[in-house]
């Protein structure tokens, strides 16, 4: 009886100590994820910024080239 005692108590010990090892682990993974963090969400600001130009730049070409396509259909229906 003994030492069903004890290997029942060496089990529930190694299995703390395996407990530990894993909520160590997650909690290291969790402290990388955060530490990477500020990185991602500087360069998520850094694309948006990057996009929003694109748009603007898109936007003032097609104005620019109406414009162009109009005043030349009204050269070219004037003239």
Do not use: C
């Not at 009886?1 to 290997?7: F, L």
């Not at 991602?40 to 109406?66: F, M, P």
């Amino acid at each position: 009886m003994y030492q069903n005692d004890w290997m029942l108590s060496k089990f529930i010990e190694e299995r703390q100590h395996e407990l530990m090892r894993q909520l160590e682990h997650d909690r290291l993974i969790r402290q990388a994820e955060l530490a990477n963090h500020p990185q991602q969400h500087t360069v998520y600001h850094a694309l948006d910024w990057v996009g929003r130009r694109l748009v603007r730049w898109g936007e003032y070409l097609q104005a620019r080239h109406t414009r162009y396509h109009r005043h030349t259909l009204n050269h070219n229906v004037g003239g």
